[in-house]
């Protein structure tokens, strides 16, 4: 074989190959490409939900400055705090979740009102603003060994649905109007239980009651 003919065939073994390892890589490159689509993402963590609060677990507690005109129970922690009302006086005691006011209960005796005064004004109060007054209609109770009235109404409240249980009974000097408050869809129901349990224990005292 010459010199000429030794070359050209060195050449074309070369180039066969290049050829062969360029037709190999692209082959791996597709594989691992077909591969890496193959394999599922891995599952992202579930996050796991906080415990919800439990309003029942909190244990209740006499209010010592319910201005002598009734005994109640509260539960430990709610914040307490007494605003004034024409003709009589008014405490109210607040629960908050994650610094977010979640329910409350209002205490109010108005002297020289009654069952029908203090539920009128409620209305127009409610009315006024846009919400729902006398859901479920009028409806007989009694607490604190009063017997009395009570309602259901609804109203927008800084971006929250406020729904409250309103009791409007006759004492001997007074009326008294306690409001049972929630913040919040579904929170009424979780506090339900307290509300119940709070007013099991309210009481007038005389001469208010």
């Given amino acids: 074989m010459s010199g000429g003919r030794r070359r050209a065939l060195a050449l074309g073994l070369a180039l066969a190959a290049v050829a062969a390892g360029c037709s190999s890589g692209g082959n791996g490159d597709k594989t691992a490409t077909a591969a890496a689509r193959a394999t599922p993402a ?23 400055f319910a201005l002598d005109a009734y005994t109640i129970e509260i539960p430990d922690g709610w914040q307490a705090e007494t605003f004034p009302s024409p003709g009589g006086f008014g405490r109210r005691y607040t629960a908050f979740e994650s610094g977010a006011r979640t329910a409350q209960v209002s205490v109010r005796c108005q002297r020289g009102a009654t069952i029908e005064s203090l539920s009128q004004q409620d209305q127009g109060l409610v009315d006024g603003i846009g919400g729902t007054y006398g859901i479920g209609g009028m409806t007989d109770v009694t607490a604190g060994g009063l017997s009395g009235k009570q309602t259901r109404y609804e109203l927008a409240l800084g971006g929250q649905t406020q729904q409250t249980r309103a009791l409007y009974l006759q004492g001997a000097t007074c009326a008294w109007q306690i409001l049972l408050q929630a913040y919040g869809l579904g929170t009424q129901e979780r506090y339900a239980a307290v509300f119940d349990a709070i007013l099991a224990t309210f009481k007038p005292t005389a001469p208010a009651g």
């Fill in 42 to 64: 891995a599952p992202s963590p579930t996050a796991i939900a906080p415990t919800p609060f439990d309003p029942t677990a909190t244990p209740l507690k006499v209010d010592d």
